[in-house]
């Protein structure tokens, strides 16, 4: 059974960096894909980067040149480093880890950004 737990989230004002940290707990197959998404109030759950175990990246749109996706296989961890913070980043982040046979989610992390 995988478990994930995040941390790194909090209060930060525009403008100001953040880093999220998702770590799985378990043993992890491959291929695999490691993703963060988020959701604001009101709002639907939304994907904002992933990698592959294949070495592949992606990017919403939304946070293209401002988040940075990375992952540590030896410690079954993904990092998600959030720069350029803007007050509509504000949403709860969700860790996601998906295997060939399912899906795990984290239990989330509030991110708020003041403006």
């Known amino acids: 059974q995988v478990q994930l737990v995040e941390s790194g989230g909090g209060l930060v004002q525009a403008g100001g960096s953040l880093r999220l940290s998702c770590a799985a707990s378990?043993?992890?197959?491959?291929?695999?894909?490691m993703a963060w998404y988020r959701e604001a109030p009101g709002k639907q759950r939304d994907l904002v980067a992933l990698s592959s175990s294949f070495g592949s990246l992606n990017y919403a749109d939304s946070v293209k040149g401002r988040f940075t996706i990375s992952r540590d296989n030896a410690k079954n961890t993904v990092y998600l480093q959030m720069d350029g913070l803007k007050p509509e980043d504000t949403a709860e982040y969700y860790c996601?880890?998906?295997?060939?046979?399912?899906?795990?989610w984290g239990q989330g992390t509030q991110v708020t950004v003041s403006s």
């Open positions: 996601q880890v998906t295997t060939s046979s399912r899906a795990y």
């Open positions: 378990g043993t992890i197959s491959s291929p695999n894909v």
